[in-house]
């Protein structure tokens, strides 16, 4: 009997922006998954959180400390990855920008959230080529958004605007390294049970903001950012093997697609 049904037992994942919320539980997923994950953030209480969480669970777990918009990092992380080499990468650094609407944004905001939502990802992708085309499993993973499914929070244009930029970029990968056996696909999450949301919970100025969300999601709870984790692993393991290029909504299905 097989016992790894996902294909990802000694595995090695680099996570490329983890934070305390959907970036560690995406590396604890991995790791449960009898993969060796390797963290990457600017922060190193952000790496040293998910190597905890890792380690508590049993895990493998490695961390680089590196900003994923600079290209020194970017090539520091495929030199220390040479060896081991690289089978699934997933990029989850992002930035939202300000609540400013379109008429008063500042451009300059927009071209930096493009650097680290748009570029920095294909960029990513472009430099570790090198070591996915060595893996006989190998995949890439995006975290997108909802936001580029709906056009439903003002002040929101810069973040949707790139990350729908992220979403097409997903598909010219998937489309031009299918060829190579390399699948690209996206996670889009919506809300998600942070430690953020919880406080927006407790604070009566902000709990209707919650409220109302969570009457729009059909499952009736907001996703906890494990769930969107799982969904991720998925689409790097060998159950998803015949799917690349494809833009997965995990947010309890508050937004649908027709």
């Known amino acids: 009997m097989d016992t790894d049904l996902l294909g990802l037992h000694g595995a090695t994942v680099l996570v490329a922006g983890v934070g305390p919320g959907l970036g560690t539980s995406i590396a604890r997923a991995f ?7 390797v963290v990457a953030a600017r922060r190193q209480e952000s790496i040293q959180h998910a190597l905890d969480a890792i380690a508590g669970d049993g895990g493998r777990a490695s961390g680089l400390r590196a900003d994923v918009t600079a290209a020194a990092d970017r090539s520091r992380i495929v030199g220390d990855l040479a060896d081991r080499g690289l089978d699934v990468l997933v990029y989850n650094a992002s930035a939202t920008g300000s ?11 927009w071209r930096d959230l493009a650097e680290i939502n748009v570029w920095s990802p294909i960029a990513l992708v472009q430099e570790t080529l090198p070591l996915l085309r060595r893996s006989q499993r190998a ?14 929070a003002p002040g929101r ?27 690209v696909n996206a996670v889009l999450p919506g809300w998600m049970d942070t430690p953020l949301v919880q406080e927006w919970r407790a604070d009566p100025a902000r709990s209707a903001h919650v409220d109302r969300a969570l009457a729009d999601i059909p499952l009736g709870a907001i996703p906890h950012p494990d769930e969107v984790a799982g969904a991720a692993v998925f689409l790097a393991s060998r159950l998803s093997a015949s799917v690349t290029g494809e833009l997965l909504d995990t947010n309890g299905g508050q937004y649908m697609r027709g």
């Open 99 to 109: 609540s400013a609407g379109v008429a008063d944004a500042s451009l300059d905001e």
């Open 31 to 37: 790791a449960q998954s009898g993969a060796h994950v």
């Open 157 to 183: 244009g810069g973040y949707a605007i790139t990350k729908a930029a992220l979403n097409q970029a997903v598909r010219t990968l998937a489309f031009e390294l299918g060829p190579e056996r390399i699948r």
């Open 139 to 152: 995949a890439v993973v995006m975290v997108s958004a909802m936001t580029t499914r709906m056009v439903s």
